[in-house]
């Protein structure tokens, strides 16, 4: 089983950046599909940004432009660049397959961006 670790979160102020990093305890060159995914208080988590093993990329229109998602096969990761950051960019973001299953949960990283 699958285990991702997420990390590259914190505070930063408005038109900030931040670079996250989810590492899996296994290979993922065998998942097509990857996708990054962010729940703020009081919401349901929502998926923000996938990406094949080829390489295809897909956002959601609230962060398209401004995030950029990316994977390393050989070092079993996948990455989450994000500029202009803003306040409702704020929450907890996580890793998973697409579509996500349940047990590969982690304990995501806390982005929170000040105004």
């Known amino acids: 089983q699958v285990q991702f670790v997420e990390s590259g979160g914190g505070e930063v102020q408005a038109g900030g950046s931040l670079r996250l990093s989810c590492t899996a305890s296994?290979?993922?060159?065998?998942?097509?599909?990857m996708g990054w995914y962010r729940q703020a208080p009081g919401k349901q988590r929502e998926r923000v940004a996938t990406i094949s093993t080829g390489g295809m990329t897909n956002y959601a229109d609230s962060v398209k432009g401004r995030f950029t998602i990316s994977r390393d096969n050989a070092k079993n990761t996948v990455y989450l660049q994000m500029i202009s950051l803003k306040p409702e960019d704020t929450a907890v973001y996580y890793c998973?397959?697409?579509?996500?299953?349940?047990?590969?949960w982690g304990q995501g990283t806390q982005v929170t961006v000040s105004s």
């Open positions: 998973n397959t697409v579509p996500y299953r349940h047990e590969y």
């Open positions: 296994g290979s993922i060159v065998s998942i097509n599909l």
